[in-house]
């Protein structure tokens, strides 16, 4: 079992910059890679980016490519979401999820993740 628990979220102004933060408990954390995806409000909850057990692979969704970076440190447990020029199409509640291994989907599907966080909320106001 794995327990994710997010934190940094806020309010933050259009070109602001947000770190986004993720502790993991429970299992070995670095056996897992790692994801964030996040929910506006009435819409479907997206994928946002990844991060390989490794640290060496990350994947982007297009919408936030080249302004949000996904890190992660494992002497902490914990994985980033550094997010810069953020915009109002950001805003929405972002989650952390850990991908177990043992699931068949595509990285940027959240079928694939097993534990997920509650989440944390970022609006970026205009």
């Known amino acids: 079992q794995v327990q994710l628990v997010e934190s940094g979220g806020g309010l933050v102004q259009a070109g602001g910059s947000l770190r986004l933060s993720c502790a993991a408990s429970g299992r070995t954390f670095s056996s897992y890679a790692m994801a964030w995806f996040r929910q506006a409000p009435g819409k479907e909850r997206e994928f946002v980016g990844r991060?390989?057990?490794?640290?060496?692979?990350?994947y982007y969704a297009d919408s936030v490519k080249g302004r949000f970076t996904i890190s992660r440190e494992y002497a902490k447990n914990t994985v980033y979401l550094r997010m810069d020029s953020l915009n109002p199409e950001d805003t929405a509640v972002y989650y952390c999820a850990a991908d177990g291994g043992g699931r068949r989907a595509s990285y940027y599907q959240s079928d694939l993740y097993d534990y997920w966080g509650q989440g944390t909320q970022v609006t970026v106001s205009s």
């Open positions: 991060i390989s057990w490794s640290g060496g692979s990350t």
